[in-house]
């Protein structure tokens, strides 16, 4: 997790109007863990948590945590 968000952090650098989610497969509790991590790392304008989809959540399996973000918008 910590090098998902330093490629965000290079991503994003010197950019604003971030936006940030975390998806998670049966694991609320550590996306929410995560989400917070990242939202004291870039200032979000706007942070969501979310499940993923039956389809995503079959292939990555249970426990599975992600993190998307826009910049700019």
Same mark, same amino acid.
């Given at each position: 997790m $910590?090098?998902?968000? $330093?490629l965000i952090a290079e991503s994003v #650098? $010197? #950019?604003s109007n971030i936006h940030l989610a975390t998806l998670h497969a049966n694991a609320e509790q550590e996306a929410i863990g995560f989400l917070d991590h990242a939202c004291q790392q870039f200032h979000p304008i706007e942070s969501l948590i979310s499940s993923v989809s039956p389809g995503v959540g079959t292939h990555a399996g249970p426990g599975t945590v992600s993190l998307a973000y826009m910049e700019g918008i």
């Open positions: $910590d090098r998902l968000i $330093d #650098k $010197d #950019k």
